[in-house]
């Protein structure tokens, strides 16, 4: 169970879960490098392996440091619970097989990272498990698309490229009506959106983006909100309401009821990570631990640059269109401001007059900024979709995901503002200088 004696995400970030080490007096989290953990006796050992009593037996399943990090980040979300696994994607493939089984299927908005979609629409179809795809801009698409198989709903709080908020109140509120659990990836949105106090049952993070913070780890994390009744619904699922032969016939709604509202998180650690594996390691845990104690004080400086360079970039001449939730109007910028709390997150899409031409160029005069896949790090970093994460794709399906040639990616790092801006201008002046010039000729 969380940590609930604070509320403060600063305070949270530093201090729930953890408070020095029993047996050394160690303040910093220790790296728990063991793979197994002494028993104290034969019962203790049969106490652990029946579930009867809690603790460490295997660091597939459970080590002192994931723990940590586990605690701290279900604080954070004001959640329950949490499960900490190798990697955002191993993340999301749970809280979807934790609740599907072959034939089942979820309802997921359209807008996704590009692992998530891949995962969806190929390989969860391999075992049996549909993904239908909506547009979020109606949440009522949700219930449409809805039949007594589906399990859950699934979108993202941030977007990109698109950057338009996901209405995640009145989506969840439409769901908890007909018994439907909201799982929100809140990857890009840490600290200025809670999804579940807007009625998302389940939150994942890729702890390697804002969590980690320094492009130092691979990880992902799962927190329950212990806010949904899964037995209401005993009949929509199954996995937590039908005897599970793996232990003894136990029906995990029942079986952890005296733990508190975790048969969800249980379930997926006792059974998933058990049997398929991906635990982070103990050494991931402790760096995941490091970025997200600063994480609160980041996001600040994040949001604070990411507004700033977004003005900037709409007053410069050689940026046809700046996409961010600062700028936005309409039921978009109404959905961000419902949503999102102390900030607009720190990713900028941008297009620049000239196209695709202009975007790699602009990508290859860039000084400062880095060219990477990545995104979250303190340090500001770039990319050009059309060439590299979206090339794959047609012209025509890139321009359904929001990605047009021109378009560029950034992610505001902490620097000063003064260097971001210098960086972005002298790069926009070497992409787009010669197709302005030519333009006015
Ligand atoms: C990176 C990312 C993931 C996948 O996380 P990994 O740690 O790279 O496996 C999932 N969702 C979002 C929004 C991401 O940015």
């Given at each position: 169970m969380s ?40 019962g203790h050992a049969a106490r652990l392996f029946a579930l009867q009593e809690l603790g460490m037996i295997y660091?597939r399943i459970m080590?002192?440091?994931?723990d940590?990090?586990e605690?701290?980040?279900a604080?954070?979300?004001?959640g329950v619970a949490a499960l900490a696994v ?5 993340a999301?493939t749970f809280t979807v097989m934790n609740l599907c089984e072959a034939g089942d299927n979820i ?17 969860l179809?391999?075992f049996g498990i ?16 809805t039949d007594d198989r589906t399990r859950a709903w699934y ?20 769901g908890r009506k007909i018994g439907i659990p909201l799982i ?12 579940l106090?807007?009625?998302a049952a389940i939150v994942m ?17 799962v927190v329950d909100g212990g806010n949904f009744d899964w037995e209401a619904h005993g009949d929509r699922f199954p996995t937590l309401n039908k005897p599970d032969p793996s232990y003894h016939g136990a029906v995990w709604t029942q079986a952890v009821k005296p733990l508190g509202p975790i048969a969800y998180i249980i379930r997926m650690r006792t059974c998933l990570l058990r049997d398929i594996g991906a635990p ?162």
């Amino acid at each position: 169970m969380s940590d609930t004696t604070w509320t403060n995400p600063e305070t949270i970030a530093l201090h729930a879960g953890w408070r020095a080490d029993p047996s050394t007096g160690s303040v910093a989290v220790p790296i728990h490098q063991t793979t197994s953990f002494q028993f104290q006796d034969t019962g203790h050992a049969a106490r652990l392996f029946a579930l009867q009593e809690l603790g460490m037996i295997y660091t597939r399943i459970m080590n002192p440091t994931v723990d940590v990090l586990e605690k701290r980040v279900a604080a954070l979300e004001g959640g329950v619970a949490a499960l900490a696994v190798g990697s955002g994607q191993a993340a999301t493939t749970f809280t979807v097989m934790n609740l599907c089984e072959a034939g089942d299927n979820i309802v997921s908005s359209t807008d996704l990272y590009g692992g998530t979609w891949n995962l969806f629409a190929n390989t969860l179809k391999q075992f049996g498990i549909e993904v239908r795809f909506v547009d979020p801009a109606d949440p009522q698409n949700f219930v449409k698309a809805t039949d007594d198989r589906t399990r859950a709903w699934y979108a993202e709080t941030l977007p990109n490229p698109k950057l338009q908020v996901f209405p995640i109140a009145e989506v969840a509120a439409l769901g908890r009506k007909i018994g439907i659990p909201l799982i929100m990836d809140n990857t890009a949105a840490p600290v200025i959106c809670q999804p579940l106090k807007l009625g998302a049952a389940i939150v994942m993070h890729s702890t390697t983006k804002w969590i980690g913070g320094h492009g130092t780890a691979i990880g992902g994390v799962v927190v329950d909100g212990g806010n949904f009744d899964w037995e209401a619904h005993g009949d929509r699922f199954p996995t937590l309401n039908k005897p599970d032969p793996s232990y003894h016939g136990a029906v995990w709604t029942q079986a952890v009821k005296p733990l508190g509202p975790i048969a969800y998180i249980i379930r997926m650690r006792t059974c998933l990570l058990r049997d398929i594996g991906a635990p982070l390691a103990p050494m991931n845990a402790f760096l995941a631990i490091q970025g997200l104690e600063t994480l609160p004080l980041r996001m600040e400086r994040h949001n604070a640059n990411a507004l700033k360079a977004a003005a900037f970039l709409a007053g410069h001449p050689g940026v046809e269109k700046v996409i961010h939730p600062s700028l936005m109007e309409g039921e978009p910028k109404r959905r961000a401001d419902a949503t999102l709390k102390g900030g607009y997150g720190s990713l900028i899409g941008i297009e620049l007059k000239g196209g695709k031409d202009a975007g790699q160029r602009f990508i290859e005069a860039l000084k400062m900024f880095y060219h990477v896949a990545n995104i979250g790090d303190a340090r500001s970093l770039a990319i050009h979709p059309a060439t590299t994460t979206h090339s794959q794709l047609d012209e025509q399906e890139q321009a359904a995901s929001g990605v047009t040639p021109g378009y560029v990616r950034l992610s505001i790092g902490i620097e000063h503002i003064d260097d971001i801006l210098a960086d972005l201008d002298q790069a926009l002046a070497a992409a787009t200088g010669p197709g302005l010039k030519a333009a006015a000729e």
